[in-house]
């Protein structure tokens, strides 16, 4: 695709998204209000596919359904005609896929726990003790641990029944359009964890900013949004030319 | 594209955006927000395109630059290649152009005012006084005033100097990133408006209900919003299985 007036450096992103689709939009709108702009042209080029025909992710990860796999590469495809040369997932829960889903296109395809270590390597502190809100599969998988094993940090989980009681049935709730009710829920979950001492807390499921948003939480200073940090790092790579 | 599970009755929609991006972001949540859902998968199927390679608008509208018909066919063929089954467009201006866009798609283009007409006629009572703020070539292309001409409204807009002052900076600083300013600037146009007897204003920039929200403005109940009228229609033609 030539480019024909754009100041941004680099061709579009592809944006698999619509897990769920107000997450989709979320990161949509921080990734346009992370970008330097004067004007409509030196905003990121995006191609965002929100086609929400996968089979529930959690379902298929607990072994309760058929995998999401070829709805998504049916859907990577699809982005992958229209010449996009970065891939990013709106969604952690997804990122239990990502080795296949990295093996299934020839654009590189940048991980949303990458995007939060280099967000977090720019504080003048790292976190010693950090809370860790996700779906079941995002903890079991230790899609965060293992990635931020090199920061040395401590990560504390809400018991089972705080997790279901507070953060599954708030992302349920987000996803059926009613993050307000979703936010109430999670400022308990969070309080729960600032209450065994930890500093920070990631929200490590995309439907959880558009949550504590929603209800303008006072929790949000403490909490550190993968989604934000994902369309921070989109920007960045869309600014940055290739060598 | 198979539809695996998805409980919407049509194909993905396409949405041609970046003008400007922070609009198309806008309007993608209203979508969201306007859909009945459950799950994930009831959520309207969309890809957007928000390449911002276009020409500027207005100044191809008023003989100041090159057109932006090439950078739009481009987009729309890189939807229709995607499979998309109705075309969406989340900026007035761009409307100027809805007959050669029309002809250069073999799928239908839904347009912003009869959206806004079908709301327009759900209303109990019509207005008959209507302000209206838009782009200049909004307004010299009569886009609302024609299409809207069965309605018998009597339009109105603000003289030149707010028009400058106040509606066309506020659509730049959107563009730029500063919807707060915008939203300040707006209310001024806006009770210029109700001083000379409107009843209802319509934001036909699709900037515009951006900025009015940022600042959560007093007059956003009496204002018609035509991206979120695009919103719905988009929903109800999703959900309605095709004759």
């Known amino acids: 695709m030539s480019n024909l007036i754009s100041t941004t450096a680099r061709g579009p992103v592809g944006v698999l998204g619509g897990m ?36 529930n992710l959690v379902d298929a990860l607990t072994n309760n359904g058929p995998s999401p796999l070829p709805a998504i590469l049916r859907g990577l495809g699809i982005l992958k ?4 040369q970065l891939i990013v997932m709106p969604c952690n829960t997804v990122h239990s896929w990502y080795s296949e889903i990295q093996d299934g296109i020839d654009v ?21 003790r950090v809370g860790l809100l996700a ?5 079991r998988a230790r899609i965060y641990q293992d990635r931020l094993a090199a920061c040395g940090i401590d990560f504390v989980v809400n018991p089972i029944a705080e997790r ?71 920007v960045a790579w869309s600014l940055t030319r290739p060598e």
Not at 166 to 184: D, E, R, W, Y
């Open 81 to 84: 005609r229209a010449d996009v």
């Open 135 to 139: 779906t079941e599969p995002t903890l």
């Open 20 to 55: 769920g689709p107000l997450a989709t939009a979320d990161f949509f709108r921080k990734l346009v209000e992370a970008t330097p702009a004067h004007r409509d042209q030196d905003h990121v080029p995006i191609i965002i596919y929100s086609v929400p025909e996968h089979p």
């Open 108 to 128: 590189p395809v940048l991980h949303i726990v990458d995007a939060v270590r280099d967000d977090l390597l720019e504080t003048p502190v790292l976190p010693e």
């Open 164 to 234: 279901e009681e507070f953060v599954l049935k708030a992302i349920k709730l987000v996803k059926q359009g009613h993050p307000n009710q979703a936010g109430l829920l999670l400022e308990c979950a969070i309080q729960s964890l600032l209450n065994v001492g930890v500093q920070s807390v990631i929200l490590a499921c995309t439907e959880l900013p558009v949550a504590l948003a929603s209800i303008n939480s006072r929790f949000l200073d403490l909490c550190i949004d993968p989604t934000l940090a994902l369309a921070r790092a989109t």
